[in-house]
């Protein structure tokens, strides 16, 4: 387990490259804003196996991937918080392709936002295995001349949003 954790108002980790991820538990929370950026300009995020928390029961965390988003095998992502909405800032594709796979976001009444970021260029959501449990966070398209092509459907919760902001869906 690696639990990134201040007790100091805001944390900030900057990672230059990609992440991956093939076991075990990455936590990141602290007494106030947590921040997660990966600063490469085509930086991925890859979690095959074990969970990656966004956020503590009690703090906001925001995720920045430049590049590709990619999870599978049992991997678990989870953007679940009991009384703050997390942010994923997502540049690239989003690929979902592991059979027992989760991206979550349950928790709390304040909710959270899967923001594709991308600028230029296509890119696409993917989800052909595993499960999003998406009851509390809202999607945004935000990427001024970039297009997002969905491959799967994305199922807005009851209540939720997905907007269009800039770009082409």
């Known amino acids: 387990t690696l639990n990134l954790n201040s007790t100091a108002n805001t944390l900030t980790v900057n ?6 991820q093939s076991g075990g538990t990455f ?4 007494g106030g804003l ?7 300009a085509s930086s991925s995020m890859s979690i095959s196996a074990g969970t990656c928390r966004l956020g503590a029961t009690t703090v906001l965390g925001t995720l920045t ?3 590709e988003f990619n999870l599978s095998g049992s991997g678990t ?4 918080s009991s009384t703050s909405g997390a942010t994923f800032n997502l ?9 027992t796979s989760t991206m979550t976001q349950t928790g709390g009444t304040v909710f959270g936002n899967l923001n594709f970021t991308n600028t230029t260029g296509g890119k696409s959501y993917t989800q052909s295995a595993g499960i999003v449990t998406n009851t509390n966070f809202n999607y945004t398209q935000n990427g001024a001349s970039g297009a997002l092509t969905l491959n799967n459907s994305i199922n807005v919760a009851s209540g939720r949003s997905f907007t269009l902001t800039s770009g082409t869906l």
């Open 34 to 40: 947590c921040t997660f950026a990966l600063t490469g």
């Open 65 to 67: 991937v430049p590049g």
């Open 91 to 99: 540049g690239g594709s989003y690929n979902q392709t592991g059979a």
């Open 27 to 30: 936590v990141s929370s602290s």
């Open 77 to 80: 992502f989870d953007m679940t």
């Open 15 to 20: 990672v230059t490259g990609n992440y991956s």
